[in-house]
């Protein structure tokens, strides 16, 4: 059974940084890519990044593209969300994703491609 946890979010002010990371335990992270994706308040769930099993491959929503930055360290089995330039549209609650993949180089950006999520950590930005 493969066990996500989200660590690193909290109150920040707009312009500010944020680290978000994503523990995973039960398999070796390196048989999976991984994704970020965030809910805001009364809104769908939605992709903000995604990084392909050898992380050589990284996509990201044009909404964060240049602020947000996807990485993993398979060795550690940790995945990470830098978010810098933060804005107030990026409250949300920000969830990390594995879908198991033989690609290494493939990355999704599609919420139900992905079998295992964590529980989510809250960013909110204030203005």
């Known amino acids: 059974q493969v066990q996500l946890v989200e660590s690193g979010g909290g109150l920040v002010q707009a312009g500010g940084s944020l680290r978000l990371s994503c523990a995973v335990s039960?398999?070796?992270?390196?048989?999976?890519?991984m994704g970020w994706f965030r809910r805001a308040p009364g809104k769908e769930r939605e992709f903000v990044a995604a990084i392909s099993r050898s992380g050589d491959s990284t996509y990201y929503a044009d909404s964060v593209k240049g602020r947000f930055t996807i990485s993993r360290d398979n060795a550690k089995n940790m995945v990470y969300l830098q978010m810098n330039s933060l804005k107030p549209e990026d409250t949300a609650v920000y969830s990390c994703?594995?879908?198991?993949?033989?690609?290494?180089?493939?990355?999704?950006?599609?919420?139900?491609?992905?079998?295992?999520w964590g529980q989510g950590t809250q960013v909110t930005v204030s203005s």
């Open positions: 039960g398999r070796t992270i390196s048989d999976y890519a």
């Open positions: 994703a594995a879908r198991l993949t033989y690609s290494t180089r493939t990355y999704y950006d599609t919420e139900n491609t992905y079998r295992y």
